[in-house]
Each structure stands twice: as structure tokens, then as C-alpha cells.
């Protein structure tokens, strides 16, 4: 039996755009597989083949997106060994380096849902989407202050929240994706419906909760399950300025009003 893939070629297009979106060098998860080998092998003396080469990566990746596949294999495919890297504070940040195959599908998924969750979420997010997002927020600081600096009535409240991505409730997560992005959902919840595996050296842990740091999906993820509780400020409280970069926000208005923003995080939070 011979079986056929119509392979629209804007999908291949973008595939090849996303293959060469990696940074040089990116690292391979535990299967060895880099960008780098899919470029060699579709470049240079591998063009001849390369159009083939790309149908078919092409169809692995409509598998995946498309949810067409054994769900036993979403423990593994899910999987990633942790790095982890040292904060300022000698915390420790963990960062799943999963396969490329798995940051392939990531990133093709983004391309697809990418301006429009940008505008769902950048009228406060200005970590997804927005180019300098960081110095974004900091001349809105500075402007509101500059503007209202002899306000005595004004406060400033910086809120950073801890240990956030690992605590993501999965359930919260899955709910928003379906409800915002459904073209991804199956996808999604192929990487975090189920447990997966986090290696650590020789031994693993089974990642049950939270957003895995590391991956193209991961920012955009946590964003996307914080942003209803934003819009609860935004509803509940008149601020000059409400502006987050991921986990970081930064308010600034009349203080009893700030006061009523802090005790919404207070209880959302946890």
C-alpha cells in the first residue's frame, strides 16, 4: 500500500524558516539530534535531495501537530534532561533542553497562533512578541514618573513571583490553550497532559506540574495561563501603569489602588 501526503508547500516554507531560526550551536537533547545536521543535510551537497528531505520532516511535523500519534510516546517525546544554571541570588534555574524535533513543532506552532495571542496579550505582556519588551516597560516607568513626580499619593509596587514556571497548574494551562489557541491544543496537551521525563544525570524525575522553561512554547505558556488574572486587575483597579515581563510586574498609581492590585496577587498567586 502506497500512502500519499499533500504537502501544502507554505507548511514546507515555513518548516525550513523555523530549521533555520536555531541559534548556532543550540544544543541537542538526549538524542544527539542538532539544527545543525537538519541544515547540513538540506544545504550544501545535500540540496539534491533536500526538497524530499523537507516533505518529509513536513509530515512528522502535521503528525504531531495534528495529535496523530501514540499518546505512550508523549513521555518520552515530552522528556528533556534539565540544566541548570545559577541565579544572582545562588538559586538554581532549571532549563529543559528538549529535542529538536519537539522545539521544531514548538516553534512551527507559534508561527501559527503567533500574532494573534501577540495582540491578546501585549496590551500588558511585553515579554511575548514585543522586540526590547524589558527597556519597553522602563521608559513607561520613567515617563509616568517624570509626569507625576510631585504626586504624593503615588506608589510604585514591583512584584516578582518565585519559582513560577515549575508551578504552572497544568489543568489552568490546558483550559486557556483550548479556549485561546485551539489550532495548538493537541499539541499542548500531547506535552503536558501527561507525566513526562526531566533527566538529571542518570536518574529522571517525572514532571507533573508547572511549564518547562527551555522551549519555544514555554514563555508563551506560562503567559497565557497568567493573563486572566491580569485582566482581573485591570477590571478591579485604575492604575497609571500595568505592565508585566513574564513573571515581573511593575505598577505604579494612586496607592490605595495599588494596595487593591497587591491583594489580588496575594490571592491568586499561590
Same mark, same amino acid.
Given at each position: 500500500?502506497?500512502?500519499?501526503?499533500?504537502?501544502?508547500?507554505?507548511?514546507?516554507?515555513?518548516?525550513?524558516?523555523?530549521?533555520?531560526?536555531?541559534?548556532?550551536?543550540?544544543?541537542?537533547?538526549?538524542?544527539?539530534?542538532?539544527?545543525?545536521?537538519?541544515?547540513?543535510?538540506?544545504?550544501?551537497?545535500?540540496?539534491?535531495?533536500?526538497?524530499?528531505?523537507?516533505?518529509?520532516?513536513?509530515?512528522?511535523?502535521?503528525?504531531?501537530?495534528?495529535?496523530?500519534?501514540? =499518546?505512550?510516546?508523549?513521555?518520552?517525546?515530552?522528556?528533556?534532561?534539565?540544566?541548570?544554571?545559577?541565579?544572582?541570588?545562588?538559586?538554581?534555574?532549571?532549563?529543559?533542553?528538549?529535542?529538536?524535533?519537539?522545539?521544531?513543532?514548538?516553534?512551527?506552532?507559534?508561527?501559527?497562533?503567533?500574532?494573534?495571542?501577540?495582540?491578546?496579550?501585549?496590551?500588558?505582556?511585553?515579554?511575548?512578541?514585543?522586540?526590547?519588551?524589558?527597556?519597553?516597560?522602563?521608559?513607561?516607568?520613567?515617563?509616568?514618573?517624570?509626569?507625576?513626580?510631585?504626586?504624593?499619593?503615588?506608589?510604585?509596587?514591583?512584584?516578582?513571583?518565585?519559582?513560577?514556571?515549575?508551578?504552572?497548574?497544568?489543568?489552568?494551562? =490546558?483550559?486557556?490553550?483550548?479556549?485561546?489557541?485551539?489550532?495548538?491544543?493537541?499539541?499542548?496537551?500531547?506535552?503536558?497532559?501527561?507525566?513526562?521525563?526531566?533527566?538529571?544525570?542518570?536518574?529522571?524525575?517525572?514532571?507533573?506540574?508547572?511549564?518547562?522553561?527551555?522551549?519555544?512554547?514555554?514563555?508563551?505558556?506560562?503567559?497565557?495561563?497568567?493573563?486572566?488574572?491580569?485582566?482581573?486587575?485591570?477590571?478591579?483597579?485604575?492604575?497609571?501603569?500595568?505592565?508585566?515581563?513574564?513573571?515581573?510586574?511593575?505598577?505604579?498609581?494612586?496607592?490605595?489602588?495599588?494596595?487593591?492590585?497587591?491583594?489580588?496577587?496575594?490571592?491568586?498567586?499561590?
Amino acid at each position: 500500500m502506497v500512502i500519499i501526503y499533500r504537502i501544502h508547500s507554505r507548511r514546507t516554507d515555513t518548516i525550513l524558516k523555523c530549521i533555520k531560526s536555531f541559534f548556532k550551536g543550540t544544543s541537542c537533547g538526549r538524542d544527539g539530534l542538532r539544527a545543525q545536521h537538519l541544515l547540513d543535510v538540506l544545504c550544501g551537497e545535500g540540496s539534491v535531495v533536500a526538497r524530499d528531505l523537507l516533505c518529509a520532516i513536513t509530515v512528522v511535523v502535521n503528525l504531531l501537530l495534528g495529535g496523530r500519534y501514540p =499518546l505512550s510516546l508523549a513521555e518520552f517525546v515530552a522528556s528533556a534532561p534539565l540544566t541548570r544554571l545559577l541565579k544572582p541570588d545562588s538559586g538554581i534555574h532549571p532549563i529543559a533542553v528538549g529535542t529538536i524535533w519537539r522545539r521544531l513543532v514548538s516553534k512551527v506552532a507559534m508561527k501559527g497562533v503567533g500574532k494573534d495571542m501577540a495582540k491578546y496579550l501585549n496590551d500588558f505582556q511585553f515579554d511575548v512578541g514585543v522586540s526590547g519588551g524589558a527597556e519597553v516597560i522602563l521608559h513607561s516607568v520613567n515617563r509616568v514618573l517624570n509626569l507625576r513626580h510631585g504626586d504624593g499619593s503615588l506608589t510604585m509596587l514591583t512584584v516578582d513571583f518565585s519559582n513560577t514556571f515549575n508551578l504552572v497548574d497544568r489543568s489552568a494551562l =490546558l483550559r486557556e490553550v483550548r479556549l485561546r489557541c485551539p489550532s495548538i491544543c493537541l499539541w499542548v496537551e500531547f506535552l503536558y497532559g501527561q507525566a513526562s521525563r526531566l533527566y538529571l544525570g542518570d536518574g529522571h524525575i517525572m514532571s507533573v506540574t508547572g511549564v518547562q522553561q527551555g522551549g519555544p512554547l514555554g514563555p508563551f505558556l506560562f503567559a497565557l495561563v497568567l493573563h486572566p488574572r491580569i485582566h482581573q486587575i485591570r477590571d478591579s483597579c485604575k492604575l497609571l501603569l500595568h505592565a508585566w515581563y513574564l513573571d515581573d510586574e511593575t505598577l505604579v498609581g494612586d496607592s490605595e489602588e495599588v494596595a487593591k492590585a497587591q491583594d489580588i496577587i496575594w490571592v491568586f498567586g499561590p
